[in-house]
């Protein structure tokens, strides 16, 4: 079960960020997610959100190079230990995670990971027990 | 098949064509120096007199003119004939200094639209095509030469200058244009707009396309090629010697025909002015044989230039130029070391990268700093850093091995970088020196 990002190049300037928000709000893109990569000159904003086609439509329209980047998405209770013991599982089984983020909703901790078989870590978690959460779900958050 | 626009001349023997020569340079050198003050001046101070110039072995002779002479004699200095002879003038831009005026009469420019003709039967061109100009009308000489060179051919003629993309799309499809003439750097847009709006080149009625005015690459050439679906000619010349036409690509691609009964080529050393042998590498040097209003003798392009006798398989005989190198005032000094910008693009083609670039120079604490901005395209993106940024390593070493000195490569947004209508604006030197 995977989710799709939503990665977008961004130019490393005042005002390039907000150039991009602009365009989200004024469609009225609804974000679950948001994390920001950068390296000196360039950026990557990867995001989710409520409708993808919709969001990467209105960006390609106003000119940003994006793409659709498959990542597994995750639901665990809020407690500690919770991402501690996603990790753990992803580990044992030798799953490299390239990046993650994480929000939180209601009672719930919510994470995205990257990695590069997504069906692989995706089967080996639910086969210990842990809660994928699907593109729908997220959107209904 | 190859074609010629006149076969008898195109073709002629090696001899037949010294013996124009020949004849012609004695001719033009008694003319101007009957006519032209300033450059009989010059020939006095050498010595010399038109008795002293009895064939193209005496043209070593001759002083050059440069464009600093013709700064001197603005506007009317260089003036061989009276003004109510002439009928038209053109002008360069004037980016690099102070404007040069050209003047033609009646016959200099049937002659210039004779040399744009050859070009465009060159390119496969007959009255069976629509010929679409969208090089700059007014005082640049690229869209009236190619107009006029269209109507000797019989072409139907689309004026349509440059600029407007979308209406330039419209009037290629809907008339089923056939040749596009353009600069190399207007070609490319169009050739992108096209492609974003769906439009595949099989879908594109061009066949060929004749490009020139300013410096572009092999590799350009063939992404322009691939865009367009077509077979892309480059063609060569200056507003001094008359504008686009002095020499154009036949089908073989491999450098452009000099119309050598009307100009003789000579490339010399840019230091010494030494004249070179065949097939080394120098300043292009041009004597017009038969222009009447603005005829110069040995003047000096800047473009660095590479000339060939070799036998070429269309069976034009007259001699070819390569692709200029790039203009000598184009060519940057960087850290001592010689830059051309068409160098630059060499790499960035071959490795995948769009043909909208612009290099930044600049100095910081004494040192010369070359950066070079890349648009970002969809082909080149991915989520991936590690994966963006060593493309850009790998950028940077191929810029390296080709011009021995490390550039730093900035990814900007796309279309960031202006997109140009007719000569690109490639460098951009802040250096105050």
């Not at chain 2, 496969?124 to 009236?144: K, M, P």
């Not at chain 2, 060179?149 to 407007?164: A, D, E, R």
């Amino acid at each position: 079960m995977n989710v799709k990002q939503i990665s977008v190049f961004l130019e490393n300037k005042p005002g390039y960020l907000f150039s991009m928000t602009k365009v989200l709000a004024e469609h009225r893109i609804d974000m679950r997610a948001f994390s920001l990569a950068e390296t000196s000159d360039f950026g990557i904003a990867r995001l989710i959100v409520d409708d993808v086609l919709a969001t990467a439509t209105v960006l390609k329209e106003a000119g940003f190079v994006c793409s659709l980047t498959p990542v597994l998405a995750v639901a665990v209770p809020d407690v500690p230990g919770g991402l501690n013991q996603v990790l753990e599982l992803l580990a044992a089984d030798e799953v490299n995670v390239e990046y993650m983020y994480a929000f939180l909703s209601g009672q719930n901790a919510y994470m995205i990971f990257r990695v590069a078989d997504v069906p692989r870590a995706a089967a080996s978690l639910a086969a210990s027990g842990i809660r994928l959460v699907s593109q729908d779900e997220l959107s209904e958050l | 098949m190859e074609r010629y626009y006149q076969p008898e001349i195109e073709t002629a023997p090696r001899e037949q064509i010294q013996a124009w020569q020949d004849e012609r340079l004695v001719r033009q050198v008694r003319h101007v120096w009957d006519s032209v003050p300033y450059y009989r001046r010059l020939m006095e101070e050498k010595g010399l007199t038109p008795d002293d110039i009895k064939g193209t072995a005496d043209l070593h002779k001759l002083p050059f003119i440069s464009k600093h002479d013709l700064r001197e004699a603005y506007p009317y200095g260089m003036l061989a004939v009276p003004l109510k002879d002439c009928v038209r003038i053109h002008s360069t831009s004037g980016t690099t200094g102070k404007r040069v005026i050209a003047y033609y009469t009646q016959h200099d420019i049937d002659l210039w639209d004779d040399c744009c003709a050859r070009a465009i039967v060159a390119a496969g061109g007959s009255d069976e095509d629509v010929c679409q100009i969208s090089y700059g009308f007014g005082l640049f000489t690229g869209g009236a030469g190619l107009n006029g060179g269209s109507h000797k051919v019989g072409c139907l003629t689309v004026p349509i200058s440059s600029g407007n993309t979308e209406r330039q799309i419209m009037f290629m499809m809907d008339l089923k244009a056939t040749i596009l003439c353009c600069t190399p750097s207007y070609a490319a847009y169009l050739g992108e707009s096209m492609k974003e709006m769906g439009l595949t080149p099989d879908q594109i009625p061009l066949k060929a396309g004749i490009f020139g005015a300013e410096a572009w690459s092999e590799e350009m050439r063939k992404s322009i090629e691939e865009t367009l679906g077509i077979k892309a000619y480059d063609i060569y010349g200056l507003t001094e010697t008359s504008g686009p036409g002095v020499a154009f690509e036949c089908s073989e691609q491999t450098g452009m025909h000099i119309n050598e009964d009307h100009f003789i080529a000579e490339i010399i050393d840019p230091d010494t002015g030494e004249v070179l042998p065949d097939g080394e590498e120098g300043e292009l040097v041009f004597t017009a044989l038969d222009k009447e209003a603005f005829p110069l003798l040995r003047y000096r392009t800047r473009d660095v230039c590479v000339l060939s006798h070799k036998p070429c398989s269309c069976g034009r005989t007259h001699v070819k130029m390569c692709k200029p190198r790039g203009r000598t005032d184009d060519m940057l000094i960087i850290r001592g070391v010689n830059v051309f910008p068409s160098q630059i693009e060499t790499v960035l083609l071959n490795q995948g990268y769009p043909a909208n670039y612009q290099i930044i120079v600049d100095r910081v604490n004494n040192t010369d700093t070359l950066d070079i901005q890349v648009e970002m395209t969809p082909e080149m993106f991915t989520d991936s850093l590690a994966e963006i940024t060593g493309r850009q390593k790998k950028l940077v070493e191929g810029l390296r091995s080709m011009l021995g000195l490390t550039a730093k490569v900035t990814l900007v947004a796309p279309k960031s970088i202006t997109r140009s209508e007719g000569k690109a604006v490639r460098v951009i030197d802040k250096r105050k020196i």
